[in-house]
């Protein structure tokens, strides 16, 4: 149930501009997680969710390691050279790479916290990754999707 509420939490910061703890405390209601507003506050710090700057003096919750765009860059970079593509087996995602490579994007991914990602095993151009849930793997090749195609 926390992984899910979890994940629940990052696409809705990800999605709405979440200013405080009620705001995301009344979003979870709505998506069927009933919570008090201790579990919001131990969740917050669990996921390491930070808040910044928007427009007009707003704000609004981040995953912390968003908000580490230099030291993530590199991460992406080794993501972005070794990829060639990706898919999955109910909770387990399987990346293809460049020969030679999978042990690089391994640790990038690992570097860069998804909390999806229970552990990853790499040889030469293949890497398994073991994800907490069918939902998270399809979240988690979401968003590498995104930084192949953007990035």
Known sequence: MKSKRHTKILEIIAKYNIETQEELSDHLEKEGFHVTQATVSRDIRELKLTKVAVSAGRQKYVALNETHADMSKKFIRVFQDGFVSMDMAQNILVIKTVAGMAMAVAAALDAMEYH????????????????????????????LRKIVEIE
């Open 116 to 143: 999806e990602i229970v552990g990853s095993i790499a040889g030469d151009d293949t890497i398994m990754c073991a994800v907490r849930t069918v939902e998270d793997t399809e979240t988690l090749m979401e968003r």
